[in-house]
C-alpha cells in the first residue's frame, strides 16, 4: 500500500507541474479517494476530509490532496 500511496502523491505532482489538465485531476482524485477508503476506512477523517475538500479541478484543492495523502501515508506501518 505504501507504494501505491507514493505513486499517487507522484502522480498529483505530476498533474501540479504540467498545464494542469482537469481530466487527469478527476482521475487522480477518484484513485486517491479509492486508496484512502481502503487504507483507512470511508468514515476515516482523512478520507472524509479528502472528500469534502478535493473537488475542483484547480491547484488548491490538488494541494489539499497531496497533504492528506501524505499524511495518511505517515500511519501506515513500516516495513523493517
Not at 8 to 20: E, H, K, P, T, Y
Not at 47 to 74: C, H, N, P
Request: aromatic share 10%; proline share 4%; charged share 25%.
Amino acid at each position: 500500500m505504501d507504494e501505491k500511496i507514493d505513486a499517487l502523491i507522484q502522480s498529483g505532482w505530476d498533474v501540479l507541474d504540467s498545464d494542469f489538465n482537469p481530466v487527469a485531476f478527476r482521475r487522480w482524485r477518484t484513485m486517491a479517494l479509492d486508496c484512502l477508503t481502503t487504507l483507512v476506512g470511508p468514515q476515516h477523517v482523512y478520507t472524509q476530509f479528502f472528500d469534502d475538500w478535493v473537488r475542483s479541478a484547480d491547484k488548491r484543492d490538488l494541494m489539499a490532496g497531496e497533504g492528506l495523502l501524505i499524511a495518511a501515508q505517515s500511519i501506515l506501518p513500516r516495513a523493517h
